[in-house]
T-cell receptor, first 117, second 115 residues
Framework: AQKVTQAQTEISVVEKEDVTLDCVYE???????LFWYKQPPSGELVFLIR??????QNEISGRYSWNFQKSTSSFNFTITASQVVDSAVYFCALSETMNSGYSTLTFGKGTMLLVSP | GAVVSQHPSRVICKSGTSVKIECRSL??????MFWYRQFPKQSLMLMATSNEGSKATYEQGVEKDKFLINHASLTLSTLTVTSAHPEDSSFYICSAKRTGTDTQYFGPGTRLTVL
């Protein structure tokens, strides 16, 4: 069975600080996808990134960056110069291919990020 | 692109009644849709996988007769909570996977309160 661990349940930072959200995963699949989603107080999950297991290149998108380390089974997410609008719960997720051929997502428990002015 | 809507966003009902929640992919076709349940301050729990034109696949512990899922078209899946009880009160979220990709796009969720 697959597992996603987000050890940080809550992180509080002051605006403009950098913050890294950790994600560690376990899987026996050789091909898999990793995701990060943001859930603001409104409740809707916003897709942030998808990473293929064969692509270990780090990615940067504006203030967001992701570090994928297959050797340590980690897919960490860094927000640079955090803003109040970044306050949300962030979920890391791993796709799993079932015997039926369909894939489902296994979510971590989420990390609540609070950015204060 | 990749917008998913849910209706209603919030519903309050009496115990014993049935509630239908709709999930629509607005700008893409979704062969597969998913239904999740989320309790306060907890992660998402997958309830079932819904495939267009076939029966839904339910996760262990989810009663298929209580949570009826219909995926009648490539853009619409419905979840009906039958004979709802207060313990069914929760935040229900659907997602849709664009055909040919592995990314799920989520709806805004439906908050169900059963009195």
């Amino acid at each position: 069975a697959q597992k996603v661990t987000q050890a940080q349940t809550e992180i509080s930072v002051v605006e403009k600080e950098d913050v890294t959200l950790d994600c560690v995963y376990e899987t026996r699949d050789t091909t898999y996808y990793l995701f990060w989603y943001k859930q603001p107080p409104s409740g809707e999950l916003v897709f942030l990134i998808r990473r293929n297991s064969f692509d270990e290149q780090n990615e940067i998108s504006g203030r967001y960056s992701w570090n994928f380390q297959k050797s340590t089974s980690s897919f960490n997410f860094t927000i640079t110069a955090s803003q109040v609008v970044d306050s949300a719960v962030y979920f890391c997720a791993l796709s799993e291919t079932m015997n039926s051929g369909y894939s489902t997502l296994t979510f971590g428990k989420g990390t609540m990020l609070l950015v204060s002015p | 692109g990749a917008v998913v809507s849910q209706h209603p966003s919030r519903v309050i009902c009496k115990s014993g009644t049935s509630v239908k929640i709709e999930c629509r992919s607005l700008d893409f076709q979704a062969t597969t849709m998913f239904w999740y349940r989320q309790f306060p301050k907890q992660s998402l729990m997958l309830m079932a996988t819904s495939n267009e034109g076939s029966k839904a696949t339910y996760e262990q512990g989810v009663e298929k007769d209580k949570f009826l899922i219909n995926h009648a078209s490539l853009t619409l899946s419905t979840l009906t909570v039958t004979s709802a009880h207060p313990e069914d009160s929760s935040f229900y979220i659907c997602s849709a996977k664009r055909t040919g990709t592995d990314t799920q796009y989520f709806g805004p969720g439906t908050r169900l309160t059963v009195l």
